[in-house]
């Protein structure tokens, strides 16, 4: 009988079609594109209390943190966002342990094994917890103005603790930045600063902190700023300074002026934290500063 047209398509198909299921069914599966952009870091970094919340709970992280911003305005191929509330410079390269209300809420894997020889961009907030500074931030509130300024606890013995906790962590600072050159030679760093969190003189008794209390955590703020940019600068990254464009935006400004919380937000964001204004316009920032070097 001879074959017709359909019935040749027919044997072909009969033919190809399991063949070629087969090879399908040996050919190694393709290996998805790692994200081009990582970011690691604290809670500056991850926005908690800012809806909308990913990842685990305890992180704190927003997908409306400066990271999630900047991948959008840059339009970077994947975002792989680590950053985590509570996280120091070790957690770098170690698990994190997590809590929620005092209670075990898992474990977070170190920051780095986000990292990949095909990462392109690299964000990095970190310092705040090595130094301490939320905790020392709240052992300063003050509800009567003529308190003890608690510089006074700190500096006993006239050596300032906070200080000498700022400077322990540029090396620590310095190991992270070479971490990141040896797990993604091709990224751009970029290495952020602290906000200004209080203005001169501070705005008791908006955010309770003495005047000159106000002065000195600022003055640590910015302590820590100087290390990390010149740690920065040491390993070929990108510094980001967050204080002078926050001038009119810190903690004692009105809701819609600040970018940063005080001890009882007015925005949702954790105390002493950038608010969704705050990270949308770190987000503008730094993006201006990557594009500025493109």
Known sequence: MPLTPRSLLRRTLVTLVPAALAALALAPAARAAAPEYVALGDSMASGPLIP???????????????AHELASRLGVAGLNDVTCSGAATKHMTEPQNLSLLGQPAGIAPPQFDALTADTKLVTLTIGGNDAGLVGVAQDCVNVLPTG???????TQGGVDQEAARIDAFEPKLSAVLDGIRQ????????????????????????????ASDADWLQGSVNRM???????????????????????????????????LEGFVPTSPAAPLHPNRQGEANYALIIAGQIQAAR
Do not use: E
């Not at 305890?58 to 943190?65: D, E, K, L, Q, V």
């Not at 003890?148 to 700190?154: F, S």
């Not at 751009?188 to 501070?202: A, E, F, Q, W």
């Open 183 to 210: 797990r993604s030679p091709q990224a751009r760093v970029v290495v952020t600063g602290y906000g200004l969190y209080i203005k001169p003189g501070g705005c008791w008794p908006t955010v309770p902190v003495l």
């Open 225 to 259: 700023n100087g290390v990390i940019a010149r740690q920065a600068a040491a390993h070929g990254a990108t510094y980001v300074d967050l204080v002078t464009p926050s001038a009119g935006h810190d903690a004692c400004q009105s809701i819609s002026a600040k970018w």
């Open 148 to 154: 003890t300024p608690c510089q006074t606890k700190y």
């Open 52 to 66: 909308d919340f990913t990842g685990p709970l305890a992180c704190g992280r927003s997908t409306h943190n400066y």
